[in-house]
């Protein structure tokens, strides 16, 4: 025999009803709970003024400090006496030191004996490479023209190797390179005019040493007279 149920006995038949109900009261809750808002609370203070009749007030007694008037200016005397002046003042004259046309300059007469009179020598440069007779170096002393050049520039290299020191400093920092010297021997055969043009002012310096120490030579000739012999040469410094 087949048991029948009866559908209103059926407990699972509205239990998605309850379950939305249930969900949308715990969501209202929720949502109360999260706009919730507290305040504190304020308390009021109330302040009684007390109104103070017959206030009086004492007020310090001043004193006006009189001060007297100035005196009054003197009076103008009622006779003004009048004083000649009977001395005599020398005036000075002084004259003016302007010259005219109509102004006369007294002729004085010059002679030649009473004036110094000197010529200035005017220095001749002549290149090295072009001059009659090169300067004398100390030790090529009687050669021939040709050879003399020659012995000018081997003395001028053995004098830049025996004088020759590297600066210390430039050591340390490891500076190298070529100084390109330019400098004269004047007409009396002293070295002058040097200028160096290097990679830095050490080594520039250390060449101007070495040619500045050259000796003193016997003075090129141009014309069978004196005059001054530029030359330049190039000083290597070079690090080993």
Same mark, same amino acid.
């Given at each position: 025999?087949?048991?029948?149920?009866?559908?209103?006995?059926?407990?699972?038949?509205?239990?998605?009803? !309850?379950?939305?109900?249930?969900?949308?009261?715990?969501?209202?809750?929720?949502?109360?709970?999260?706009?919730?808002?507290?305040?504190?609370?304020?308390? *009021?203070?109330?302040?009684?003024?007390?109104?103070?009749?017959?206030?009086?007030?004492?007020?310090?007694?001043?004193?006006?400090?009189? &001060?007297?008037?100035?005196?009054?200016?003197?009076?103008?005397?009622?006779?003004? *006496?009048?004083?000649?002046?009977?001395?005599?003042?020398?005036?000075?004259?002084?004259?003016? &030191?302007?010259? &005219?046309?109509? &102004?006369?300059?007294?002729?004085?007469?010059?002679?030649?004996?009473?004036?110094?009179?000197?010529?200035?020598?005017?220095?001749?440069?002549?290149?090295?490479?072009?001059?009659?007779?090169?300067?004398?170096?100390?030790?090529?002393?009687?050669?021939?023209?040709?050879?003399?050049?020659?012995?000018?520039?081997?003395?001028?290299?053995?004098?830049?190797?025996?004088?020759?020191?590297?600066?210390?400093?430039?050591?340390?920092?490891?500076?190298?390179?070529?100084? !390109?010297?330019?400098?004269?021997?004047?007409?009396?055969?002293?070295?002058?005019?040097?200028?160096?043009?290097?990679?830095?002012?050490?080594?520039?310096?250390?060449?101007?040493?070495?040619?500045?120490?050259?000796?003193?030579?016997?003075?090129?000739?141009?014309?069978?007279?004196?005059?001054?012999?530029? !030359?330049?040469?190039?000083?290597?410094?070079?690090?080993?």
């Amino acid at each position: 025999m087949q048991v029948k149920k009866n559908p209103k006995a059926d407990l699972n038949r509205d239990s998605g009803l !309850y379950f939305v109900i249930g969900l949308t009261v715990v969501l209202f809750l929720t949502w109360r709970a999260l706009e919730w808002k507290s305040y504190d609370s304020v308390q *009021e203070e109330i302040v009684q003024l007390v109104q103070v009749d017959n206030l009086n007030e004492e007020a310090p007694v001043t004193e006006q400090v009189r &001060t007297q008037p100035p005196p009054p200016p003197p009076a103008a005397p009622e006779v003004i *006496e009048v004083i000649e002046d009977t001395e005599e003042i020398e005036e000075t004259v002084i004259e003016s &030191t302007e010259i &005219t046309q109509e &102004t006369v300059i007294a002729d004085v007469d010059l002679d030649a004996s009473d004036l110094d009179t000197f010529e200035a020598e005017e220095e001749i440069s002549v290149p090295f490479a072009i001059i009659e007779e090169v300067p004398v170096f100390p030790g090529c002393e009687g050669m021939s023209a040709a050879d003399q050049r020659v012995c000018f520039q081997q003395k001028i290299q053995e004098h830049i190797a025996k004088h020759f020191k590297y600066p210390d400093t430039a050591l340390e920092l490891g500076i190298q390179g070529k100084v !390109y010297v330019l400098f004269a021997i004047g007409s009396n055969g002293k070295v002058t005019d040097i200028v160096t043009r290097g990679p830095d002012r050490i080594l520039e310096k250390e060449a101007h040493r070495i040619i500045a120490s050259l000796p003193q030579m016997k003075p090129g000739r141009q014309r069978n007279r004196n005059v001054k012999v530029p !030359y330049s040469i190039p000083i290597n410094f070079k690090l080993m």
